[in-house]
């Protein structure tokens, strides 16, 4: 699935960088972050690789994870709604 150079993103905290495949090996694959080019700070994944994907074109130009959220539509909220008026 992952191959060496292929740029992936931790699925969640506390690592939001963008992160550099360096090696396969076994069932591991070492990473590094792409900012640090002396690659003092790398990490190992071991299969099944579940904590990591591969990054997004956007997450690649924006240089980190992006984080989707949901937005609610106004139309999809009922009508429902009580005012209640409360003095103190």
Not at 66 to 85: F, H, R, T
């Amino acid at each position: 699935m992952f191959k060496v150079g292929d740029l992936v993103v931790f699925k969640g905290l506390p690592y939001d960088r963008l992160f550099r495949v360096h090696k396969k090996g076994g069932d591991s694959i070492v990473l590094h972050e792409c900012w640090d080019e002396a690659g003092a700070k790398c990490f190992c994944e071991d299969y099944p690789y579940s904590d990591i994907r591969l990054a997004t074109t956007e997450e690649i130009a924006a240089g980190h994870r992006i984080d989707k959220c949901e937005v609610l539509d106004m139309a999809d909220v009922s009508g429902n709604w009580e005012v209640i008026n409360e003095t103190h």
